[in-house]
């Protein structure tokens, strides 16, 4: 029982040592972001009203942010592929919820009802913020 | 040699039905645990882990009620020793899913710690708020470590005195369960902090006791079917019981000398006596009547064979 009291006790510090700006990045890509500018890859395509709808939308989140942005226009694999080595940090293109790329990157919460933004994997802060806009730009 | 249906003394029978019930809310929780975990797991490979490992517990409360049903049939032309061993059984089969879970979680864990994948875990909004889903991942977690806590405290005892090794199987790991939580919530809040290694980690720590658990069940198990001597569940002594048999045995007027030599049939014992008997006995008479003390003398004394002999023999000659 002694055991049990000692580890609740070890976990409470913990959260408490941690629970302002909960959760982290583990690569910081969210602070990043804030200090130098948010990187966007925008996967080329001939139909580009998604894209263009979903280019404006990360504007306005970065401008919410008080963020630079950088767009990089490539083909999906090299995209995901910088997005794997957290050279990115936000990816567009009309993707959906069941992507094929679903293990290898982190997913957003579907803005409309299907389309979703991949972040790099494990960045929880960066997703919390962009879910956070997500949820209030979404008109009930 | 019994021919009739097993019936446990009726003190005994009380604890047996209040197990059954304590197994009975033990399945109904686990299935709201499991079906909530499944819900707010996302990717996170502790919380993998707790959650195969909590469905997993199901299997020894299932056994224990089938078992149950069962283990007093009356014995037929087919099965004419009855049903005990059920009990070993379904002991065996539980041990051997926990056992195999236990390297498949390993492995699946040290895989996932190799790669250093990080666990990608988002919001919910709840009630008009976004909340991190890894707060909602330790509340469930604390719903599934605390009330198993509490279920395998009120089992321990019942399985005690009722020599039911599936029971206290079952108790005893869920009195354990609070570290399989607070080990994934440690995780959980791991990888809260940016440690991304936490998660895995955390999920090997619950994969090893995984499979300790069920090394250390299937080790009992088949030394169960190997017809050891038998022992005491809670701290595997041998049972004194045994001894005081052969005391009993020997403190009758006509025999000489005495042996005996017992085996687990789930929660009873067989077992068989070498007697030297005095001269001028009517030994088979005796016998009958000596049987009817040692079935009078303790429930798990289930079923004995009395054995006249010469010179009585050994049957070990180490102690292992």
């Given at each position: 029982m002694l055991k049990f009291l000692r580890f609740g006790i070890l976990l409470?510090?913990?959260?408490?040592?941690?629970?302002c700006n909960f959760p982290k990045d583990p690569k910081n890509s969210y602070e990043n972001a804030k200090k130098s500018s948010l990187r966007v890859g925008v996967v080329s395509k001939t139909d580009s009203t998604q894209t263009s709808f979903e280019k404006k939308l990360i504007q306005n989140f970065a401008e919410r942010e008080n963020m630079q942005t950088q767009f990089i226009t490539d083909n999906e694999t090299e995209l995901i592929?910088?997005?794997?080595?957290?050279?990115?940090?936000?990816?567009?293109?009309?993707?959906?919820?069941?992507?094929?790329?679903?293990?290898?990157?982190?997913?957003?919460?579907?803005?409309?009802?299907?389309?979703?933004?991949?972040?790099?994997?494990?960045?929880?802060?960066?997703?919390?913020?962009?879910?956070?806009?997500?949820?209030?730009?979404?008109?009930? | 040699?019994?021919?009739?249906?097993?019936?446990?003394?009726?003190?005994?029978?009380?604890?047996?039905?209040?197990?059954?019930?304590?197994?009975?809310?033990?399945?109904?929780?686990?299935?709201?645990?499991?079906?909530?975990?499944?819900?707010?797991?996302?990717s996170s490979q502790a919380m993998k882990t707790a959650w195969l490992e909590d469905a997993l517990s199901m299997v020894p409360a299932i056994s224990f009620l089938i078992a149950s049903r069962i283990y007093n049939k009356k014995p037929t032309q087919?099965?004419?020793?009855?049903?005990?061993?059920?009990?070993?059984?379904?002991?065996?089969?539980?041990?051997?899913?926990?056992?195999?879970?236990?390297?498949?979680?390993?492995?699946?864990?040290?895989?996932?710690?190799?790669?250093?994948?990080?666990?990608?875990?988002?919001?919910?909004?709840?009630?008009?708020?976004?909340?991190?889903?890894?707060?909602?991942?330790?509340?469930?977690?604390?719903?599934?470590?605390?009330?198993?806590?509490?279920?395998?405290?009120?089992?321990?005892?019942l399985a005690k005195k009722l020599h039911n090794k599936i029971l206290f199987t079952d108790a005893n790991a869920q009195k354990a369960d609070y570290m399989t939580g607070f080990a994934a919530m440690a995780g959980i809040l791991g990888i809260?902090?940016?440690?991304?290694?936490?998660d895995a980690s955390a999920a090997l720590f619950i994969s090893f006791s995984v499979l300790k658990d069920g090394y250390t069940n299937l080790k009992d198990a088949v030394e169960d079917l190997m017809d050891r001597k038998p022992l005491h569940i809670k701290d595997d002594e041998p049972d004194e019981l045994?001894?005081?048999?052969?005391?009993?045995?020997?403190?009758?007027?006509?025999?000489?000398?005495?042996?005996?030599?017992?085996?687990?049939?789930?929660?009873?014992?067989?077992?068989?006596?070498?007697?030297?008997?005095?001269?001028?006995?009517?030994?088979?008479?005796?016998i009958e009547e000596g049987l009817e003390k040692l079935y009078e003398f303790h429930w798990k004394i289930y079923d004995v064979t009395l054995m006249p002999v010469e010179q009585i023999k050994d049957y070990s000659e180490k102690d292992s």
């Open positions: 409470l510090c913990v959260f408490f040592f941690g629970a592929k910088k997005l794997e080595k957290y050279q990115l940090d936000v990816v567009l293109g009309g993707f959906k919820k069941k992507s094929n790329w679903k293990s290898k990157v982190g997913m957003t919460k579907p803005y409309d009802s299907t389309h979703v933004f991949f972040v790099p994997r494990g960045e929880n802060r960066l997703l919390f913020h962009l879910e956070n806009f997500i949820h209030k730009h979404q008109k009930p | 040699m019994r021919v009739e249906p097993f019936e446990l003394p009726e003190n005994l029978k009380e604890k047996l039905t209040k197990a059954k019930k304590m197994e009975w809310i033990t399945i109904l929780y686990l299935v709201t645990v499991v079906i909530l975990m499944y819900l707010v797991m996302g087919k099965f004419q020793y009855g049903f005990h061993r059920v009990f070993s059984i379904a002991f065996l089969t539980g041990s051997i899913a926990l056992f195999g879970m236990g390297l498949f979680l390993l492995v699946d864990s040290a895989i996932t710690l190799i790669k250093a994948e990080h666990p990608t875990i988002g919001t919910i909004v709840l009630f008009g708020h976004q909340i991190w889903m890894g707060w909602i991942m330790i509340a469930a977690l604390v719903y599934s470590s605390l009330p198993a806590m509490y279920l395998g405290y009120k089992k321990l005892p809260g902090m940016g440690w991304w290694w936490a045994v001894d005081k048999v052969e005391n009993f045995i020997k403190s009758w007027d006509w025999v000489e000398d005495a042996k005996v030599r017992f085996r687990e049939e789930g929660q009873v014992y067989f077992g068989d006596v070498q007697l030297i008997v005095k001269p001028g006995t009517n030994v088979s008479k005796a």
